[in-house]
């Protein structure tokens, strides 16, 4: 599906982590191959990952080097998401008419969740945003009409904000996963949220 691109946002700090988040191993892979390979399962081919200017760039571009991934780096390190945002919009290709957004550290997320949104889209929504038990999560899709919007975030509010001032066109569609809902912020969340996908704590463990 080439008028649906995800963009996966791997700019952020990983400060309260103390490790690279996209990186860690997730099972067999990393969290952030997992990512793409749900989203592939979900039916879609283009895919954005969006990396702060540093080190890690480099690090993430020669990790994903064969995964056939648009790789954007957002130049403004210590800038919020809504900036991320906008650089994967503007890297995605012109022929893109909505976008699936989620943060790089959702990796239990799965392909089904993915292809009910752009199923939900075909149908006519153009915001999107997943459930599982009135509770919500990523990721959310945008269709493009609000592209502008998109590209000028409240640094403050976020994708928040256009969900919010839209709120008459959001679906909230209950999905069969309470995985939209689980992030890693700190190593306990991500070794936690590895132990539930793969009943085993993560093969490597930093050096105390």
Known sequence: MNDVAAIILAAGRSSRMGAFKPLLPFGPKTVI???????????????????????????????LKDSNVIVA??????????????????????????VVIIPADQPGVPGEVVSSLIDEWKKGARLV?????????HPVLVDLVFRAELLRLDPDRGLKALFTDHEAEVVRLE????????????WDDYCALHQEVFGAAPPEVPES
Not at 73 to 98: F, R, W
């Open 33 to 63: 191959q997992t990512c793409v390979d749900n989203l592939r399962r979900g039916g879609i081919e283009v895919i954005v990952v969006v990396v702060a200017d540093g080190p890690a760039a480099a690090d993430l571009k020669a990790h």
């Open 73 to 98: 780096v957002n130049p403004a390190a210590e800038s919020e998401m809504g900036a991320s945002v906008a650089c994967g919009v503007l890297a995605a290709p012109k022929t893109t008419e909505a």
């Open 129 to 137: 945003k997943p459930t599982t038990g009135g509770r919500g999560g």
């Open 175 to 186: 999905v069969n996963s309470n995985y939209i809902a689980r992030d890693m912020d700190t």
